[in-house]
């Protein structure tokens, strides 16, 4: 899809913990900043671009006890990307990962002021999304479309806010350790948890985690999240196609796409239908947290679609 620079009112940047793919990016006028990633607590490089996603994972399974570390981007990175698009003309919209989670938020309100403070002129507003990952890849999707019926930033930073709460992360995890090395569960949770191959069912919410439940078992923790996201729609009273749906997977592609298989027929099955589920990686930014064997979805409701 071709964005002329007159054809639309605002531009979009996100930081990296969106992990919607470069061509996604590419194909829907997004821009990225990203995240560092490093093994040593040194050398940081930029998740996907300095470090290719398949390389941060198979260095997680193949180092195991080794935690990876993630920094926020600077000031200066969100500045540079501003000052590219003020320079063009453009009003800005920058949808930041939750303030709960990460300072990102804070670099891109600094770099806002920055680029404030020598184009007074400039327009940019920054936004909270209170999600990360596939949930803030499907907020991000909802904006641009928006922009491609032509709201205005004004107009479209009002049906975000009002589609915001009905965001959500399900997911599940491959182990625990890394949840309890991040300090999300106790030791003794994460002992027991190992011990008895129980697998988490989670749901992140307004940029926070809950428990939704507990399964014994990889195949069952996988049954288990697909029921979470059929319990979703039911509860918000909408079909598949009525919400941007993103399926997300952190090393073994072979189960992305089995689960893909899964969850197209179990939805095909409730609620009748075809419909499309994208799969994204997820980057370094949660992968770090959640470990190499995290997946799940991201969802939200579209924002023109009456309840």
Known sequence: ???????????????????????????????????????????????????????????????PNVFPKTAAPSPEDFYHVFEKHADRGEKI????????LSSSIQSAQIGAQMLKEKRPDADVIVMDSLCCTLMQAAFVLEACRMRDAG???????????????????LFTVGSLDYLQHGGRIGKVTQIAGSFLKLKPLITLENGEIHSSGIKRGRKASLQGIIELLVNYLEQQGCRPEDCQILL???????????????????????????????????GATIGVHAGPYSIGYGVIRKYDIQR
């Open 151 to 169: 709201l205005t930033l004004k107009d479209a930073v009002i049906e975000l806010e009002k589609i915001r709460s009905t965001g959500r992360i």
């Open 93 to 100: 919209l920058c949808i930041c990962i939750s303030s709960k």
């Open 248 to 282: 997300g997977y952190g090393y073994d592609q072979k189960e992305a796409d089995d689960l893909r298989e899964m969850t197209v027929r179990r939805l095909s099955e409730r609620f009748g239908g075809d419909f499309r589920l994208p799969v994204f990686r997820i």
């Open 1 to 63: 899809m071709e964005l002329g620079i007159m054809s639309v009112q605002f531009c979009i940047v996100s930081d990296g913990s969106c992990d919607i793919p470069a061509e996604t990016a590419g194909e829907y006028g997004i821009d990225i900043v990203h995240f560092l990633v490093s093994f040593d607590g040194a050398d940081y490089k930029k998740e996907g671009v300095e470090l290719p996603l398949a390389d941060f994972y198979q260095r997680m399974v193949e180092e």
